[in-house]
């Protein structure tokens, strides 16, 4: 398992429960991933006042609830502790070798066709796996704009963004409108000289709260409810509305295409109060002068850029993990198509609670590797890919920050077809008797390219 936050945690729990040994390889000195504040690993985006954007009732993990003390939208603090709490309840800390950075993660095909997977570490050390399970998460490597480096200023990413005390008197200008954008602006801007928000695309702000309750608590009732997405839409919007008013009003375009959602809960009074002005995206910069494409231009002292991130995969190579557009070639977004017994956790946007989406997949890994199961045919799931991959640049214009995006029960509800279909296939190929050695070890009703017949297994897949 590369990566101990939440996905990695999450995977391992369920591996851990089913019956395999389970080793966990984390680059910093603790559990917890991106809810690890000044993780020593250098590879969390948490800054000082972060909270989840989900309420704690929808976020937790279906089996272990956060604290009935923990806030209606837990702070990065409360975070780390019940992930910390979650991985010593299921014996996973113990398990978990820290301060070790994953280089690579390498396939090694033996006789007979079987596959297992050879880690290599920082530290020189390498160790061989049957199974090797990738979670080391998407927010780490910041996708910097072209016209960054003209600017003279203080220049930094969101993903770099820790306090607001270190902007106190500044003119600073913030790039997006996404979930950190909103943040950051509001953090900055009841100290800082003067805060602008450049906004290229159209925006909804949604509000955390509606009569007291979080709105993805009504969100998701309507999903498990089965409301078609476009009524749950339509329900935000009206909400959006009746809170917010047009996001015209407050300098926002309307969006043109679908869009990942946003929320927060002061900034538009923020804006209401002129303490965060909007303006259009940028159309050039020099030195401190940005100008808008509105045609207005300021000087500033600081750019942030809340650009988002480039999908990083470095322990596996192209050969393995081709990623093309921040699209990696993975089945439902876990299962590359060619290697058995690896497998990507997390690497997904999910629309509603990321947890839940960590947990559909790692079951269906155990599904996977439980050896009741059998994936499709490799040319059925790289057309799979295919479509999905078409469908989501129909419906996000192509947007590559739109890469990763997942409704969420629709997702869930995916995943649950499938290993019901995969069961099916592995009853078809066994016909009352076991399934073949070179289907068992591909984890697929053909086998691997490549692969001999009939050679004696030394070990199980197991």
Known sequence: MVGAGPAGLCAAKYMLKAGFEVTLYEAGSAVGGLWFYENDSGMSSAYKTLHINTDKYITQFEDFPLPPTASAFPHHTEMRAYLQSYADTFGLTERTQFNTLVTNVEPVVEDGGRVRWRIHDAQGGTREYDIAIVANGHLSKPRTPEFAKDFTGEYLHSHYYRDPADFVDKRICIVGAGNSACDIAADVCVTAERTVMAVRSGVVIVPKLVLGVPI????????????????????????TRVVHGDMQRWGFKKPDRATHPTSHATLINHIAYRRVAVKPGIKKIVGRLIEFEDGTAEEFDTLIAATGYT??????????????????????????????????????????????????QSKWVVEIESGRYLLPERQVMRDANAAKQEQNRRQFHGSPRH????????????????????????????????????????????????????????????
């Open 216 to 239: 993805t608590r009504i969100t998701t009732k309507l999903m498990r409810m089965h409301a078609p997405p476009a009524v749950i839409q339509r329900v935000t919007k009206l909400i």
């Open 311 to 360: 999908v990083d995969l470095p322990m596996l190579s192209e050969r393995v993990l081709p990623v093309n557009d921040e699209w990696a070639q993975l089945y439902k977004r876990v299962v590359p198509v060619d290697w058995p017994g690896l497998y990507v956790i997390g690497l997904i946007q999910y629309v509603g609670p990321l947890f839940k989406s960590f947990e559909a």
């Open 403 to 462: 890469a990763l995006e997942e409704p969420a029960l629709p997702y869930q509800k995916d995943l649950k077809r499938e290993v019901a279909a995969g069961r099916l296939r592995w009853q078809r190929a066994a016909k009352g008797g076991a399934v073949p050695r070179e289907l068992a070890l591909a984890r697929c009703v053909e086998p691997r390219p490549g692969s001999a017949v009939g050679v004696p297994e030394e070990s199980s897949v197991r």
